[in-house]
């Protein structure tokens, strides 16, 4: 076995744990207590809902590890939500389900980032959406900070009006409680599912009605299952247990149109290099230079992977490589980091031009992000690389066709840009265990951090002592290479999930089958300098 595969293999086992955590708050006496409920696991209720033997692609599964929210609250294990895409009657579908289990399914800040990440790709690839809902709404501590905003917890509810008059279904499935602000979530949806003295709906609950009205009355009379179903009318369907709510859901989408890619599919074939390979190409070191094409070979089918410009400025302009592969089938083209990843001026040129091309042609495409940045220093100014730069980042903005990032190694400075980073909307950014993405290396920050502390001290007469420098500079390091850290990004969600190596194939194909569900736009850019 190569050391690269242990290496790479010891770090998923870590990212094993960490899901493990995210995905068993409370343990064995938290299911207990849900089973005394007559409530299963959130996620088992997800694989009863999409299709026999197919997979749901959980999303954000290590978001809300460190958050450090008041009241001592360090995680909000996977948000307290379980978001996610699967078939139901062989249509993707994005799938919502609160975690009771994580403080009543609450929302914190991060919970709710990851119910409009999830919202916001369904709307975009035009995905129906399902929300299995038990939550006590609003986590009321930080009201200020879950409530008044844009992007605060009004924002689900205006997102799924507008989906439905998109003509994309909202369905609701409530298995628990959906108190105030939550209750919207049963009376917005296109059609919603109650369960006998499981699920209850009220705009206040029985405390709030005795305080405000003198009212006696119990949840189930105030808001329970049979209220909404045969008095209110603010739900559609009555179930006698989660088994039967899940059946329903599958019903009312069972006559939904089937979903066709709006590009031609060819036939798929596995790579013929093994895409487990991957294991071994990919240095321990993350600053240490890759193959990209080996890295292609292990994702196209066929490892067949056409390359356009292939001789073009070599040292400078094979930073980056650039051309098609297909993934199951999918034609992808490729913008992949190459070598130490460095963007030249040339590698920009001709990076922009395959975006442009692609985008013409109506090919979706990859970045494949392992750059620390673009090159520096007067000859690479005097030759253009900020206006290349620009330009690249351009095509990228304005590109049509769906976009995808994959990180497998640095991820700095306006290279994050260029590569299509979170900022540039890629319909899916994906981190592996290589991945590290900041403002620039912790080598790098500590350097510059330096520098201006010790004009600082100089300047104050009381100049740094060598070990006050090197401790300076070691606090740095830790700080940006720990906020750079796929764990980092994944708990605050600036990725849609921290990818296995062994796991890249079948989520690629899985993101741009969604990806091309919406029709193509036609290419507009803008002004280039060129
Ligand atoms: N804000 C902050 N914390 C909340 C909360 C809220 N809205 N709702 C529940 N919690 C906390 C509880 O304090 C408890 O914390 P603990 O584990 O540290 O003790 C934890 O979540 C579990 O709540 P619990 O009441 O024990 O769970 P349950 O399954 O018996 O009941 C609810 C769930 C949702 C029915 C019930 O918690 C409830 O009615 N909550 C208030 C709902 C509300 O009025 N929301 C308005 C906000 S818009």
Request: proline share 5%; net charge neutral; charged share 25%.
């Amino acid at each position: 076995m190569s050391e690269n595969r242990t290496f790479w293999e010891n770090e998923e086992r870590l990212l094993d744990e960490r899901v493990s955590r995210a995905t068993w708050p409370g343990g064995q006496k938290a299911v207990d207590r849900l089973a005394k409920q007559g409530k299963k696991p959130v996620r088992e209720l997800v694989q009863l809902l999409i299709d026999p033997d197919t997979e749901f692609y959980e999303l954000s599964r290590i978001a809300g590890f460190g958050v450090n929210y008041p009241g001592g609250i360090e995680d909000v294990p996977c948000a307290g939500l379980v978001t996610g895409i699967g078939k139901i009657n062989g249509n993707w579908t994005m799938i919502f389900g609160n975690d009771s289990r994580v403080k009543a399914g609450t929302y914190f800040p991060i919970t709710l980032k990851k119910h409009i990440r999830a919202q916001a790709i369904a709307e975009r690839c035009g995905l129906n959406c399902v929300y299995i809902a038990d939550s006590g709404g609003a986590f009321l501590p930080m009201q200020a900070d879950v409530f008044p905003d844009d992007g605060h917890f009004g924002s689900m509810f205006y997102n799924m009006a507008r989906m439905s008059a998109m003509g994309l279904k909202q369905v609701t499935l409530s298995t628990g409680g959906n108190t105030a602000g939550g209750a919207y979530i049963v009376f917005m949806a296109c059609q919603s599912i109650m369960i006998d003295k499981m699920s209850y709906s009220f705009l206040g609950g029985p405390p709030l009605v005795k305080m405000a009205t003198g009212e006696v009355i119990s949840a189930e009379d105030l808001g329970g299952a049979k209220v909404h179903t045969q008095i209110s009318g603010g739900a559609d369907h009555f179930c006698g247990d989660q088994e039967e709510a899940v059946y329903k859901v599958r019903e009312i989408l069972a006559l939904e149109k089937p979903q066709e890619i709006s590009i031609h599919r060819y036939a798929e074939s596995p790579p013929a290099s093994g895409a487990d390979s991957i294991y071994d190409i990919m240095p321990a070191q993350i600053h240490q230079s890759i193959d990209g094409r080996k890295v292609l070979e292990c994702i196209a089918d066929d490892s067949y992977f056409y390359e356009y410009k292939r001789d073009y400025a070599p040292g400078r302009g094979d930073n980056i490589v650039a051309g098609k592969i297909r993934i199951k089938g999918i034609p992808v083209g490729v913008i992949a980091s190459n070598s130490v990843g460095i963007i030249f001026a040339e590698a920009a040129r001709k990076a922009a031009e395959w975006i442009v091309r692609c985008s013409q042609e109506k090919t979706p495409l990859l970045f494949v992000q392992n750059a620390p940045g673009y090159m520096v220093g007067s000859e690479s100014e005097h030759m253009g690389i900020g206006k290349y730069g620009s330009d690249m980042v351009r095509s990228v903005s304005c590109a049509q066709v769906p976009r995808i990032q994959l990180v497998i190694g640095p991820d700095n400075g306006a290279a994050n840009y260029g590569m299509c980073g979170r900022a540039y909307r890629p319909h899916f950014l994906f981190h592996t265990m290589r991945a590290r993405t900041g403002v620039m290396s912790g080598r790098s920050a500590a350097g510059v951090l330096l520098s201006i502390e010790e004009r600082k001290r100089e300047v104050k007469g009381n100049p740094m002592t060598d070990e006050e420098k090197q401790a300076f500079s070691q606090k740095m390091i830790e700080k940006y290479d720990g906020e750079a850290h796929p764990f980092y990004c994944g708990s605050r969600i600036l990725n849609d999930r921290v990818l296995k190596f062994s796991e890249i194939r079948d989520w690629l194909a899985m993101a741009f089958e969604v990806s091309l569900l919406q029709p193509i736009g036609e290419p507009s850019f803008g002004n280039f300098r060129f």
